[in-house]
C-alpha cells in the first residue's frame, strides 16, 4: 500500500513558477512509475508527466513540453512538478499517481496504470 501526499499548490499570477511536491509512503518507493495528472473545473482528468524508477525516463503531455519538469528523490520518497511560465490554463488540482509497473511497460497517460492516487493540490494561476 502506498499513501501519496501532494504539497505546494496556491495562487500565483501568470507567468509564475511554482514546485508540487509528492510525498510517498513505503519503503518501495523506487520501485514505482510515477505521474502527475491534473483536472480543470468542468474538464477530465489529463495526463501531465511520468517518471521511471530511477528517474532516467520521462514522459510529458506535449503542451507541458518545454514549461514542466518532473523529477524525483528516491532517499526522500518524493516526486517533484516544477512548473514555469505557468498560464491561466494551468489552473487545476493536480494529483501524483504511482504504479508499480515500469514506465517502458506501461501507458502512462491512462489513469489505469495507476494504482495509487492522492488527493490533489490546488494550483490557480491568475492572468
Known amino acids: 500500500q502506498v499513501q501519496l501526499v501532494e504539497s505546494g499548490g496556491g495562487l500565483v499570477q501568470a507567468g509564475d513558477s511554482l514546485r508540487l511536491s509528492c510525498a510517498a509512503s513505503g519503503r518501495t518507493f523506487n520501485r514505482y512509475t510515477m505521474g502527475w495528472f491534473r483536472q480543470a473545473p468542468g474538464k477530465e482528468r489529463e495526463f501531465v508527466a511520468a517518471?521511471?524508477?530511477?528517474?532516467?525516463?520521462?514522459s510529458y503531455a506535449d503542451s507541458m513540453k518545454g514549461r514542466f519538469t518532473i523529477s524525483r528523490d528516491n532517499a526522500k520518497n518524493t516526486v517533484y512538478l516544477q512548473m514555469n511560465s505557468l498560464k491561466a490554463e494551468d489552473t487545476a488540482v493536480y494529483y501524483c499517481a504511482a504504479s508499480n509497473r515500469p514506465l517502458t511497460m506501461v501507458v502512462v497517460t491512462a489513469h489505469s496504470t495507476y494504482d495509487y492516487w492522492g488527493q490533489g493540490t490546488q494550483v490557480t494561476v491568475s492572468s
Open positions: 517518471i521511471g524508477w530511477s528517474g532516467g525516463t520521462t
